[in-house]
């Protein structure tokens, strides 16, 4: 099984046909490049498309240390620990292409409508001891269908870890960027941790971008907007992005740190919640793309309302915080640790009802 999981998916680029895949493998990039510019270590979705038939879109670069820390908070140092890197793992760049009007060739020889995103949805949290970017352990991350999940990360002198999870949905030009937070500490009566997590990242277009609409149907990002939709101006042939931070009415309502707007080309959210012992919750971040700004309004308009098909396949036992209404989380079931309290009691439980039924089989026969 180990060694199936170390399967390298390479080619990606160009090759991966995603759409209706099972099974699961180790997406890595080893050592190679294909042609798409800085990009050397590739974790890549490529999804057909539905929307536009003999397309698809490309989820390219998902990969450590592609944004950096000056790209997540503005007006708030990030004060990180000794011996972690200022980097954290994001989306390098998205390109729809294969149909019409889809005809421009961009800088990675893609040929296609393209927005490089310059490092997009990456992760920096502290729990109390200094920042700390979220990469994957061993720099891979794991596919299943359209779905990568990075393994987990420990945060210095605590006992939380993070995962992360990145999905392409195939009905729409969407992609699902979640993190998980687990608090599971060895000893009993902790008290609850302290998570500050900063999700940001940038357009990768500098002076042109420009905020095109909001979930308050302006030009113009208010504290209360949960989403936006920004492009690189009139005229310019790339994708318009559509931002969806959080849902309106959460238990968990982030600060905007980095704006997209006057030519600002960074995005950047803050969010801050309790874990207690033994207790594990999770930030959702969306991104879609629309060829045109109709195509990307009406993709974010679908945010107004809750959709619980939107939050299938997160982690069991693991409630979505930014969101409203407790989300549905249905996926597949997150072991417990057995060198934690609750993993031993349930081994312990486990072993007396064997011998119970062991015993009473005994005295029957």
């Known amino acids: ?157 605590s006992s939380v870890q993070v995962t992360a999870q990145f999905h392409a949905f195939t009905d729409q030009r969407l992609m699902r960027i979640a993190y998980t937070f687990s608090n599971q500490p060895v000893t009993k009566g902790l008290a609850p941790v302290t998570v500050t997590a900063w999700i940001a990242g940038r357009l990768g277009f500098d002076n042109l971008t420009r905020l095109e609409n909001s979930s308050n149907g302006d030009n113009t990002l208010d504290a209360t907007d949960n989403w936006l939709v920004t492009s690189d101006g009139p005229g310019v042939p790339t994708l318009k992005v559509v931002h969806v931070p959080y849902g309106a009415g959460a238990d968990v309502i982030p600060v905007n740190t980095q704006a997209p707007v006057g030519g600002n080309d960074r995005i950047g959210y803050r969010y801050q919640f309790d874990l207690a012992s033994n207790e594990s919750k999770t930030l959702v971040w969306f991104v879609g793309l629309g060829n045109t700004l109709d195509e990307a309004n009406s993709l974010a308009g679908q945010f107004n309302a809750m959709d619980p098909n939107l939050f299938n396949n997160l982690p069991a036992n693991s409630p979505v915080v930014n969101w409203p209404s407790a989300p549905i989380v249905a996926g597949p079931a997150t072991p417990v640790p057995l060198n934690n309290p609750l993993g031993l009691f349930a081994l312990a439980s486990l072993l007396g009802f064997i011998g119970w039924r062991r015993l009473q089989v005994r005295v029957q026969g």
């Open 1 to 157: 099984m180990d060694a199936l999981r170390k399967v390298t998916v390479a080619g990606a680029m160009g090759s991966m046909a995603l759409l209706g895949a099972a099974g699961s493998v180790r997406a890595a990039g080893g050592g190679s490049r294909v042609a798409q510019g800085k990009c050397a270590n590739i974790n890549a979705l490529t999804v057909a498309s539905v929307l536009n038939p003999g397309s698809s879109v490309i989820w390219a670069c998902i990969s450590n240390g592609n944004m950096a820390a000056a790209n997540a908070s503005t007006g708030t140092v990030l004060t990180f620990t000794a011996s972690t890197a200022s980097r954290a793992q994001a989306i390098g760049t998205a390109v729809v292409t294969g149909a019409p009007p889809f005809s421009t060739t961009s800088a990675t020889g893609l040929t296609g409508l393209i927005k490089p995103l310059g490092g997009y949805g990456g992760l920096f949290v502290d729990v109390g001891n200094g920042a700390r970017a979220y990469n994957d352990p061993d720099g891979t991350l794991d596919l299943t269908g359209t779905t990568l999940s990075g393994g987990a990360m420990s945060m210095p002198g």
